[in-house]
């Protein structure tokens, strides 16, 4: 079992930045991949980045690429999504989600995961 706590979230300006934290309890943290997604009212949740188990490779939605970075500390149990340069497209509530047995290519499938977070909501005002 792996509980995730999301924190971070919060009301910042076009052009600002943000720092999203996933607090993992349980064990073998680091045989889990992390992903963030995020969903905005009205639509459907879509993935945003995700860091692979173990050897930590790391995967973005193109829209936030060069923007986010996604990272990991195996120690502290956390994954850690800086957000710079957000947009109000940027606007969402963010989850973390973690599982352990994903394959590569499922890493942007929210249905493959088995644990979430309860997110945190991010809002970009113009």
């Known amino acids: 079992q792996l509980q995730l706590v999301e924190s971070g979230g919060g009301f910042v300006q076009a052009g600002g930045s943000l720092r999203l934290s996933c607090a993992a309890s349980g064990r073998a943290f680091r045989t889990y991949t992390v992903a963030w997604f995020r969903q905005a009212p009205g639509k459907e949740r879509e993935f945003v980045a995700a860091i692979f188990r173990n050897g930590g490779s790391t995967f973005y939605e193109d829209s936030v690429k060069g923007r986010f970075i996604i990272s990991r500390d195996n120690v502290k149990n956390t994954v850690v999504l800086q957000m710079n340069s957000l947009i109000p497209e940027d606007t969402a509530a963010y989850y973390c989600?973690?599982?352990?047995?994903?394959?590569?290519?499922?890493?942007?499938?929210?249905?493959?995961?088995?644990?979430w977070g309860q997110g945190t909501q991010v809002t970009v005002s113009s």
């Open positions: 989600a973690a599982d352990s047995r994903l394959i590569l290519s499922s890493i942007r499938r929210s249905d493959q995961y088995d644990y």
